[in-house]
């Protein structure tokens, strides 16, 4: 089945430390995305790559950084320097063309 | 500043009844519209999408109404049933663009 992977669904992280949160899509899509969900914030653009071996900052990108080397993969890594980090995350992909955005489940990470 | 409002952060609603969710916009350059479907826990489905040539799209229950002039968008699900109690956003996409915007979201319950 066509889809979004993101893997681990939850994940604890000692302050300090990196995290990185892994998304895979087989649904052929050029471009992917990273949201961050908080409660009554909606869903706000951390990074998004249009093309292998390139992305762009979102709008709220600090603290975070991301890779694109294969179509199929759009890892964040979430580092000691996102102050805030506790979050649900979301991984996302579409076409250049547009059109609705098929995300994954999400990955829940907590900072203890 | 919020690109896209959706002002009424939770609807109550009697099974049956009609529910109407609304999504307010600043930039008339917006020329796509979508709602997704959230589930704690999970991410967001797409529901249904409107481009700016309309003003009026239906898929089944869902029908989403759009009023360039006073760049306002609503959902409406008639029937309502238990199975739509869900936060709903309300994204936006900029002309020449295919990047959604999304709103702080309104979270539905349905009643039975």
């Known amino acids: 089945d066509g889809g979004i992977t993101q893997s681990p669904k939850y994940l604890f992280r000692k302050e300090g430390q990196n995290v990185t949160l892994s998304c895979e899509q087989n649904l052929n899509h050029d471009a992917m995305y990273w949201y961050r969900q908080d409660p009554g914030q909606g869903l706000r653009l951390i990074y998004y790559s249009q093309i292998v071996n390139d992305f762009q900052k979102g709008d709220i990108a600090e603290g975070y950084s991301v890779s694109r080397e294969k179509k199929e993969s759009f890892p964040l890594t979430v580092t000691s320097a996102q102050k805030n980090p506790t979050a649900f995350y979301l991984c996302?992909?579409?076409?250049?063309?547009?059109?609705?955005?098929?995300f994954g489940e999400g990955s829940r990470l907590t900072v203890l | 500043d919020q690109q896209v409002k959706q002002n009424s952060p939770s609807l109550s609603v009697q099974e049956g009844r009609i529910s109407i969710l609304n999504c307010d916009y600043t930039?008339?350059?917006?020329?796509?519209f979508l709602w997704y479907k959230k589930y704690p826990a999970e991410g967001p489905t797409f529901l249904i999408s409107i481009s700016s040539i309309k003003d009026k799209n239906e898929d089944g229950r869902f029908t989403v109404f759009l009023n360039k002039s006073a760049k306002h968008l609503s959902l409406h699900i008639v029937p309502s049933q238990p199975g739509d109690s869900a936060v709903y956003f309300c994204?936006?996409?900029?002309?020449?663009?295919?990047?959604?915007?999304f709103g702080r979201g309104t979270s539905l319950i349905v009643h039975p």
């Open positions: 996302a992909s579409n076409n250049q063309g547009g059109g609705e955005l098929f």
């Open positions: 930039n008339s350059m917006f020329d796509y």
């Open positions: 994204a936006v996409i900029h002309v020449g663009s295919y990047i959604p915007t």
